[in-house]
């Protein structure tokens, strides 16, 4: 009888058609193969270029430091270097000051005594003309009186601290080093991201992760709202 009884039982079975189930199963492994992509992708972004913006961003973290603690970090007083000279008069001794070649005065100052740092001041009057140039660290001002074409420079560098300080705030370096700082930027915010989407197939660190960077948002969240004028 039990014999018989399993017999039908098996009879009445129905078979499944083919491929169900699979098709099923190709969705499952597709979708574990994007994770996987993606998981990949976000833990080589996140090395590399770690890797690759390190020296960067510990520069502006340590600069950081030293521009918020100024006296902390001290690189030795000032030097202040001071010359004079004479220009051609006819350089600057123009009744139109339209004529006055600038670049000239510009170039000699260069050539002469070595100034560096860019142009960012070049005024004239009746009686002058004064020339300051700027670099990080660095100033230079000279004035020129238009009647003798006799001049006085002043050279003011301020140590290494303070030239750490301009590169940080990118004042005073130039477009190339204003190209550094966006491209800085740029890698931070890509190391974050990929940071963020790696912990997610971290099943274990995941919860904890998330919790620890809320935390971190909320206190400088509080300091700002409580502490900050």
């Not at 051609?88 to 560096?116: G, S």
Request: with cysteine; glycine share 8%.
């Amino acid at each position: 009888m039990t014999t018989e009884n399993s017999q039908a039982q098996k009879s009445n079975v129905i078979a499944a058609p083919i491929g169900l189930g699979k098709k099923h199963n190709k969705k499952d492994n597709g979708k574990g193969k994007g994770k996987k992509r993606l998981a990949g992708l976000s833990r080589w972004l996140h090395i590399y270029l770690s890797m690759v913006s390190f020296t960067i961003l510990l520069f502006f973290a340590v600069s950081g430091l030293t521009l918020n603690h100024a006296d902390w970090f001290t690189s030795g007083k000032e030097v202040v270097t001071k010359d004079s000279g004479n220009v051609n008069v006819k350089w600057v001794n123009q009744p139109d000051t339209t004529k006055i070649n600038k670049l000239q005065l510009v170039e000699y100052f260069r050539n002469k005594h070595q100034v560096k740092g860019a142009l960012s001041d070049f005024r004239i009057d009746d009686r002058e003309c004064s020339l300051t140039f700027n670099g990080p660290g660095y100033i230079a001002d000279s004035f020129v009186d238009r009647e003798s074409g006799k001049y006085e420079l002043t050279i003011t560098r301020l140590g290494t601290v303070a030239i750490i300080n301009d590169l940080h705030k990118g004042r005073d370096s130039g477009k190339a080093w204003s190209w550094i700082i966006d491209i800085s930027a740029v890698l931070m915010t890509l190391v974050s991201i990929s940071g963020i989407i790696l912990i997610c197939f971290i099943k274990k660190k995941r919860t904890s992760g998330f919790i620890i960077a809320i935390v971190g948002t909320m206190i400088c969240y509080l300091i700002y709202r409580l502490f900050v004028p």
